[in-house]
């Protein structure tokens, strides 16, 4: 029988589901919309059903090991969710306790969706046999992995590694979060945005950008024009590189990471946001650090089942550390 | 026969060194003037004169099990220490290896006086049984030693852990590094004189600080002055307060430690920095902290013994973390 690990990636709006081997092949995937399950208890009853149709259609015979789950505001420790702004369920939900009354044979690990994209490039990505290093998540908001002595970083609580909430920019943008100068406000898909409303405020230049309302505007509509030679589209990433950048180094300082692994809308713009971001990481880098210098590296997963793969690591992980004698990894 | 640990500490102007045993007890200690050392296997010699003199003049059946040495830009992976700018010993020095040559039963561990704290806060002090926690040494320069899951952060390189050049205010005062706004050029005892200048030359109220040339005003006189109810001296800790504390809210958001112990001459004004650093972290800090905050904690290391026994805290921990049936330390 194949060892396998369900992946679940929680959305505010659709949650992503599929099982995955120990190579990362994805044997079967599907979701459903999160926002049909206003109780937390009705979602996974119905989770429970689409695993167990799904691992029975899908043609192998299969040894389920476990479960894991990325989702927002989780907390690895306690196994809950707590208080996400962007789910509808409100409080703290004890969302494992409730899978493992589902599985009870099965390991089920929870962890927020930046803790499982750091395992997950660990596991089957990039980052294999790195013991040092962190993924920072470029999208609707900014989230970091951090990975210390080949461990995820949880801090003492739990909440541990939130790059998006560091302040990098005193008196900056005001944040989702209440404070001003986060470097959400910069490096997330809102912060382009807000970087090419302030271009296109400071100059005359042309610009097709000046066509596209900012609400409807993505990070794909700056990449876009910037390739086809847009100043102001990239200056906007050259904004969002310096802070990133000058960002960075503090972290460099904090855990002197091997490499730092992009991922997310923002990191898609390639070349026009990782070329600032390694330059002003260079400029502001205390010097022991420029000899080996942290590699910036955009992130192996594959965008289209990164969100399963990242969750499913979390199983991996968990059994790669356990006693040989209690689970053997290797045998099928 | 009692296992013993010896704690060596260098300084630009003097080695201190000591014998340990488990429970913090230091059993002899003494010094030697470092500058007479422009060769560092000369330097290394004497050591092991000093040390095997130590030992045979201590009065008790000791077994020494290693030698922890905290030393300025000291490399734990490499056992060396680079370009130390405030040693005579130019380029890179394998001081591990040139210990172990005298000491060839005996484990030798290197690494930055601010690690050494932290393992001494977990091995004797204040930290026993934390597994997330840092120290911050506010003394000549500013240090930091992370623990994450009960192990110390050296990063890829060694190198990790330096929050004294973590930018606290871009563009700011200018550091002994070459860049602008470090933490170390508010919160080291140089940082706190200048806070000082700054206040003098912004008003004109009577301070007994007036009559003390910067270049010979320690944290001492600022808090005495403190103390005794000088506005100026208040206001410098203020300032320095606000900085530290805005930058230690960053930290909690890289690692979220369960406590920041504090360490060195500007941490001894207790609550003159201690209250204006928790009332600027916890204004600053991102609101899921806010409900566990992280405490902060002057250091439970005495004073004087601190170095010694910092150093000599790494052998015991890396005593522990050998399998039992290679070394028990419950066995004397």
Redo the contacts between chains.
């Keep these: 029988m194949k060892p396998i690990s369900i992946g679940i990636d929680i959305g505010g709006t659709n949650t992503k589901y599929g099982i995955a081997d120990r190579e990362g092949n994805i044997l079967a995937s599907n979701s459903i919309p999160t926002t049909n399950y206003p109780d937390p208890k009705v979602f996974v009853k119905a989770m429970h059903q689409a695993i167990t149709d799904m691992i029975a259609d899908c043609g192998e015979e299969v040894e389920l090991l476990g479960i894991g789950i990325g989702a927002p ?1 989780a907390n690895y420790y306690t196994g809950t969710i707590e208080e996400a702004p962007n789910l509808s369920w409100k409080g703290v939900v004890p969302l494992v306790k409730y899978f493992e009354e589902y599985f009870p044979h099965a390991s089920v690990v929870i962890t927020n969706d930046a803790n499982a994209a750091a395992i997950g490039e660990m596991i089957y990505g990039g980052a294999k046999g ?4 962190c993924v920072i998540t470029l999208g609707t908001g900014v989230g970091s992995g ?1 990975v ?2 080949g ?1 995820l ?11 998006g ?3 990098a ?2 008196g900056g943008r005001l944040c989702t ?3 001003r100068g986060c470097v959400e406000t910069y490096g997330s898909a809102r912060g382009v945005v807000l970087s090419v409303q302030e271009e296109l405020a400071g100059t005359t230049s042309p610009s097709k950008l000046r066509s596209i309302a900012p609400e409807d505007m993505t990070p794909k509509d700056v990449f876009l024009a910037a390739e086809s030679g847009d100043v102001i589209a990239q200056h906007a990433f050259e904004a969002t590189g310096k802070v990133l950048g ?1 960002s960075l ?3 460099v ?6 490499a730092i692994f992009f991922f997310g809308g923002v990191a898609k713009a390639g070349k026009w946001i990782l070329e600032p971001i390694e330059r002003h990481l260079k400029q ?1 880098l ?4 420029q000899k ?1 210098m942290v590699k910036l590296i955009p992130s192996y997963l594959p965008e289209s089942d990164a969100a399963i793969l990242g969750a499913s690591s979390l199983v991996w992980k968990e059994v790669d550390h356990m006693p040989s004698q209690a689970r053997s990894t290797s045998s099928a």
Excluded: K, Q, W
């Design positions: 505001n790195m013991r040092d290093f951090f210390v002595n461990g970083v949880y801090g003492h609580d739990g909440f541990a590694g939130e790059f909430h560091v302040i920019v005193p979060c209440g404070r000058e180094a503090n972290l300082a904090f855990t002197s990471p091997e502001n205390l010097n022991i650090y080996n």
